[in-house]
């Protein structure tokens, strides 16, 4: 059976908040393929990085509470793993990195001993061998003098220097998942293009699957075979990454797109704001009745604000939560 590797099924994330229970996931749902890369954009806030930290049970919680829904992971279903199996599977067999590297580097272990940790957790291997490997991971992930190196602290390095051991650490015990939560963002330009060709190439050689969750279109036509878009805690367009930027369908999406200096998709295409589409993404503790996004559509009717839209089939695979697929007449020229 060809089952994806990873399948997020209906997933629902809540948070107690000061006015009451809001949900932050909303029946998301999508599956990865084994080798695959898969962008999840949006705008910030849209519930991107509480959806990775469901996969690896890191939502904090109170407040945040897994309300329904399935994750499964090579057949078994994380949501309910016992916390055991998940911190086995975490850094074994998935594996992540965040924006920031200083939140997930600890400040007070030189960067070799952090890198030779996995493996000596998740592989057995002793100090000795596992801290040579982890020398080599870090002349792999080109740190100069790596092997000099291994003895410096986090704050010794730079920012691009910093998320590079955050890929060694991640990539040592081979996993088949990286997820990776905005690995460039706060990354100048060049630095940007030099980690992203580094995520690349350890992926082809390694064959693992890739989660990259970004604000940043540009990266996701460079990086990404398909695409899923969030918008306020929901996927509102699925597709292959030549649909998606040939012929977007959601309006929210094409927002996304116009907001980009550069459709043909540089990595740093996104360098501007995305939030140029007219208003903000609406707070989780808001109740909206219909389309989530009608506030700031320029083709919303009567429809969008009475009833959500489901997520309904366009063409070939590609999906949208828009009523525009069943009303097309509605759709706008001049918007
Ligand atoms: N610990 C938390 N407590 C309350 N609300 C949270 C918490 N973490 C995230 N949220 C809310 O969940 C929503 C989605 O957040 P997030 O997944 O971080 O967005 P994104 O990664 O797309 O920028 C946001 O409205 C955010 O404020
Ligand atoms: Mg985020």
């Given at each position: 059976m060809n089952t994806p590797l990873l399948g997020i099924e209906e997933l629902s994330v809540g948070f107690d908040t000061p006015e009451g229970k809001a949900r932050a996931v909303d029946r998301v749902s999508f599956a990865l393929e084994r080798g695959e890369t898969l962008g999840v954009v949006g705008e910030s806030g849209c519930g991107k990085s509480v959806t990775a930290l469901s996969i690896l049970g890191l939502v904090p919680s109170p407040p945040g509470v897994i309300e329904s829904g399935a994750i499964r992971f090579e057949n078994s279903d994380l949501i309910g793993s016992p916390p055991e199996a998940l911190r086995r599977i975490r850094g074994r067999d998935i594996a992540m990195i965040f924006q920031e590297p200083m939140t997930s580097l600890?400040?007070?272990?030189p960067i070799g001993r952090q890198v030779a940790e996995p493996l000596m957790v998740h592989?057995?291997?002793?100090r000795k061998e596992a801290l040579d490997q982890a020398a080599q991971w870090l002349e792999r992930v080109k740190i100069p003098d790596a092997r000099r190196r291994m003895?410096?602290?986090?704050?010794?390095?730079?920012g691009g220097m910093r998320q590079r051991v955050m890929i060694a650490m991640a990539m040592v015990c081979r996993p088949k998942l990286l997820i990776a939560d905005?690995?460039?963002?706060?990354?100048?330009v060049t630095i940007q293009a030099q980690i992203l060709a580094l995520m690349v190439g350890l992926k082809q050689e390694m064959g693992m699957s890739l989660l990259l969750i970004t604000h940043n279109l540009g990266v996701v036509a460079q990086m990404a075979a398909r695409v899923v878009v969030m918008y306020a805690g929901q996927v509102v367009e699925e597709a292959v990454v030549s649909e998606l930027f040939g012929r977007p369908f959601h309006p929210y999406t094409r927002g996304l797109l116009r907001s980009m200096p550069d459709p043909a998709g540089?990595?740093?295409?996104?360098?501007?704001?995305?939030?140029?589409?007219p208003g903000i993404v609406p707070a989780i503790t808001e109740a909206i009745v219909g389309c989530k996004f009608a506030g700031r559509?320029?083709?919303?009717?009567?429809r969008c604000r009475e009833q959500a839209p489901g997520l309904f089939d366009?063409?070939?695979?590609q999906r949208a939560r828009c009523w525009l697929s069943r009303f097309p007449e509605r759709r706008r020229t001049d918007a």
């Open positions: 600890n400040p007070v272990l592989r057995g291997l002793n003895g410096d602290y986090p704050h010794h390095l730079s905005e690995p460039t963002t706060a990354l100048d540089r990595p740093d295409g996104g360098s501007r704001r995305l939030s140029e589409i559509c320029p083709h919303a009717f009567g366009i063409a070939g695979g």
